[in-house]
């Protein structure tokens, strides 16, 4: 068996017509096994990947990047998985990051990400596990008002050199390999964390608990265009999504009176948003948009420890 034929690449697609066709082109000269689930496309996506011959799993409703990506790898047999976003397409180095992951407690390694302007995509491509701090700041949209503030530097991982490898919290999940074994032991992405954000740290946080190692690969890179489908999910849809499993990943990991200073920040930092919003735009809208989000963070307010629907 060659190398390239122990890794096999995972694609979640949803609406991916613009995009697919160059992932796909450049995974297909990495001889590596592909295979493509795509979460209810109502575009070409399906008719792109068809015409290319590469498998596909087709799912008639969105099931979630998670499930998704749990599907895919249980029908693929390769020993070292590369998560790959469709607006992402693979450059070189591969081998890199098998290498990476052959290291002593290595549960998985990230690459180089290169925006549409050539230059590394750094705030994205690897983070520090967001800590209390950090989140209370997102969530008071302070980290985005001042984004050089320490807390967020660290966060972001702007203090670091790029041009080395290092050992990471969080590669990012646009671009990444995981070894198989692993992903058994700890079972793969949590499902709950549905549609999309926090389960790529969700399941890195978890994979360092367990006593592995990440690491990020300057020599794996790809090209990634960043957020195509976000513009396709409503305002409103996008901020319960983002605000939801972002509580869900406080009150998973954090004892309860961190959890409840998270969900402070959530309640103060969107009636900001709701006032800011609702001047700038002259509409009620905002409201509904963060009436949902506040309501979640009130319930985890008072029972923390209660169960995310």
């Not at 690969?217 to 983002?242: F, L, Q």
Request: charged share 20%.
């Amino acid at each position: 068996m060659t190398q390239s034929a122990r890794i096999g690449i995972i694609i979640v697609t949803c609406n991916s017509a613009g995009y697919i066709g160059r992932c796909l082109d450049a995974a297909a000269r990495t001889a590596a096994e592909i295979l493509v689930v795509d979460n209810g496309s109502t575009d070409d996506t399906v008719n792109e990947i068809a015409r290319r011959g590469v498998r596909i799993l087709t799912n008639g409703t969105n099931r979630g990047f998670a499930a998704a990506v749990n599907q895919g790898i249980h029908n693929i047999g390769a020993e070292y998985l590369v998560i790959l976003n469709p607006d992402a397409y693979i450059v070189g180095g591969l081998d890199a990051l098998v290498e990476a992951c052959d290291r002593p407690r290595a549960a998985g390694a990230g690459g180089q990400l290169l925006g549409p302007d050539g230059r590394p995509q750094i705030g994205f491509m690897v983070r520090r596990f967001p800590t209390v701090a950090c989140l209370v700041l997102e969530a008071l949209v302070l980290n985005r008002v001042w984004p050089g503030n320490p807390v967020n530097r660290r966060y972001r991982c702007l203090d670091l050199d790029y041009s080395v490898g290092f050992e990471a919290d969080q590669p990012a999940g646009a671009f990444l390999m995981i070894r198989r074994d692993v992903w058994r032991q700890l079972g793969g992405f949590d499902e709950k964390f549905h549609p999309l954000w926090f389960e790529d740290v969700d399941f890195c946080l978890r994979a360092a608990r367990a006593g592995y190692r990440l690491f990020y690969v300057p020599e794996a890179v790809a090209k990634h265009t960043g957020g195509h489908s976000i513009p396709k999910i409503s305002v409103e849809m996008r901020r319960n999504y983002w605000y939801g499993n972002l509580l869900r990943y406080t009150v998973k990991h954090f004892r309860p009176l961190e959890a409840r200073a998270v969900c402070v920040a959530v309640v103060a930092g969107s009636a900001l948003r709701v006032i800011v919003e609702s001047l700038l735009e002259r509409s009620f809208t905002p409201v509904a948009v963060y009436s949902r989000v506040m309501g979640l963070a009130l319930r985890l307010l008072v029972h923390p420890s209660a169960e995310m629907r």
